[in-house]
């Protein structure tokens, strides 16, 4: 997956978390996969992509994405 796109991904997931906070687990999940997949290609992912990471797995995300500028 190409850097690029990787990126417009991501954007596009929290975009959609933002918008439709309804569906926020399912799209964290699709979040954390995503990362997850471009970790698994030996790709470094930038940091704050990794401090996106850590904190979807150790926070309360729904408190985090409320806290989240739209």
Do not use: C, W
Request: avoid cysteine; charge should be negative; charged fraction near 35%.
């Amino acid at each position: 997956m190409a850097f690029e796109r990787f990126k417009a991904t991501v954007s596009g997931l929290l975009d959609e978390i933002q918008r439709h906070p309804e569906n926020r687990a399912m799209l964290q999940e699709q979040l954390r996969r995503t990362l997850a997949e471009y970790e698994a290609l030996g790709l470094p992912l930038p940091e704050d992509y990794v401090r996106l990471s850590r904190r979807l797995e150790d926070e309360d995300t729904d408190e985090f994405f409320d806290n989240v500028p739209v």
